[in-house]
């Protein structure tokens, strides 16, 4: 299938793999390009600049195909080494970076002189429009549904990418409750150029993550995700457990005082403890809702070409039929 996103990545499949803390390491992005998506590795997983280079090094010795790096900007004092990043995406030979969080106008110079696309992740119509004007050359518009962090909006899929396409001249990939080859059809219909996928990815056999992880979200449904953090205008998409439970009920009796300091303990660097260890109730872990879709632990390049084959045959005997004369 060519969609703008496949022309302007370089990829045979419209699908992106989104930046994924402490699950975008190599063997992910890896079997995601190999298998015709766009593999992409999460920067700040990697503690240092070299570590992210050694990455990008790992990652090649998987792949020849291409692979992108997520860049997150935190609304942090300290902020991590951005220009180190920067620089080992430039001199790795990335040709395209995801960016999220804040603004990333400033690192645009550097990586466009590089020949790098730059797709940024937007919550909303607002942000979308603002990506587009400092010089991105795609975005991911990620739904209310969505793993992580949807905004303050709560503006569901349905809605926000015809809205999208409504302003935004540049393409966009949707992002957020995206499973599988009606959620492709579907978003292609409602004006994107393809998807973007976070939990369903988790639940692949090469997802460098431990097993309960993956059994975690085979279990859920549709109704176990939870938003926390909402008080501190960060909200996040979650698995429901007993730390977000805990931390639920910190934001029901603190009410607005609450403060990160409060629930350090449920949120701060628990993800080593939950994807590698497989401490499933360690603390509060990003997740989708269209974990109730997901119901099997394939291998990436099964679900990928099960997407493909799927959308292929909606559009061909379903869609073109219900106009056929
Ligand atoms: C476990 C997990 C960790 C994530 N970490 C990041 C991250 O570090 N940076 C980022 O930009 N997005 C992150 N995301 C969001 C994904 O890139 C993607 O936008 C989101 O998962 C899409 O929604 P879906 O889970 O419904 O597919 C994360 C998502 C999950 C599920």
Redo the contacts with the bound molecule.
Sequence with gaps: MKTKITEMFGIEHPIIQ????F?GFAEMAAAVSNAGGLGII?G?TLRTADALANEIRRCREMTDKPFGV?L?FLPVLSAPDYPGYIRAIIEGGIKVV?T??NNPQKWLPALHEAGIKVIH?CTSVRHSLKAEAIGCDAV?V?GF????HPGEDDVPNFILLPRAAEELKIPFVA????ADGRSLVAALALGAEGI?????F?ATREAPVHENVKQAIVAASELDTRLVMRPLRNTERVLRNDAVDRLLEKERTLGSNLKFEDIVAEVAGVYPRIMQEGAMDAGA??????AGLIHDIPSVKELIDRIMGEAEAIIRDRLAGLVAA
């Design positions: 989104g930046g994924m803390h699950v999460t700040l997520n997150t995801e999220a969080g992740k991911s990620d549904e969505c793993g992580g992002s957020g409750g995206m973007n996928m976070g939990t369903r988790i872990w990003s997740c989708g809702m269209v």
